[in-house]
């Protein structure tokens, strides 16, 4: 089990880092450990100097790596590489980040790698896939914690902006089912900041 997690680990970052087109980052695999206690998915940071991060992903340890793509624990998965991913790819470039943008962030991730799976024979796939990741959302934390608000924001900001690309989808050629993944617009997103991320998904 050990070793399919590890594999899906892997495959997942290097997935990342080719829909973004980025440098090959440090293999998540030597900073993970797993949780006995089943906790939530969380990234620990400590920055040791102006030079140095420690970097530690927790999952929990009874996920199922082969677990199908539309499941929880696929897209804690995902969820945790995109934060590692997204940490690693901010401090190489020595732009700065935040909790909010790496919830926002992974929102996109999720839904950004699901749809690229998905059947192109399927013309409802990436809509039902929308629902399924933004609308039918249970959260661990109330909505009056920092954490509550902070992810309800991510959800809502992703979700208007998963909703744009979708939106493509009226504008294909009639005998176009599948609307074509939009890899340009994901790699001029991965790479603004915060501000003008939110920008987008308001404009949506």
């Not at 909505?143 to 989808?169: E, I, P, V």
Request: aromatic fraction near 6%; glycine fraction near 4%.
């Amino acid at each position: 089990m050990l070793g399919q997690l590890t594999a899906l680990l892997i495959q997942t970052q290097r997935r990342l880092e080719a829909l973004y087109a980025l440098e090959p980052g440090p293999a998540i695999t030597d900073f993970i450990q797993l949780d006995p206690s089943n906790g939530e998915e969380r990234l620990l940071v400590r920055q040791v100097d102006t030079e140095t991060l420690e970097i530690r992903l927790v999952l929990p340890s009874n996920i199922d790596p082969e677990a199908p793509p539309q499941s929880d624990d696929h897209v804690e998965v995902v969820e945790g590489v995109s934060h590692f991913v997204h940490l690693a790819e901010r401090a190489r470039t020595r732009l700065p980040t935040s909790q909010l943008e790496l919830e926002f962030q992974a929102e996109v991730d999720k839904f950004a790698l699901l749809w690229d799976g998905l059947d192109p024979q399927h013309p409802r796939a990436p809509v039902d896939l929308h629902e399924w990741l933004f609308e039918r959302v249970r959260y661990l934390h109330d909505a009056s914690t920092m954490r509550g608000q902070r992810y309800r924001l991510a959800n809502d900001l992703a979700a208007r902006l998963c909703a744009r690309l979708l939106a493509r989808k009226q504008r294909e050629v009639p005998h176009r089912r599948q609307p074509r993944f939009p890899v340009d617009f994901l790699r001029r997103f991965y790479r603004c900041g915060l501000a003008e991320k939110i920008h987008l998904a308001q404009a949506a």
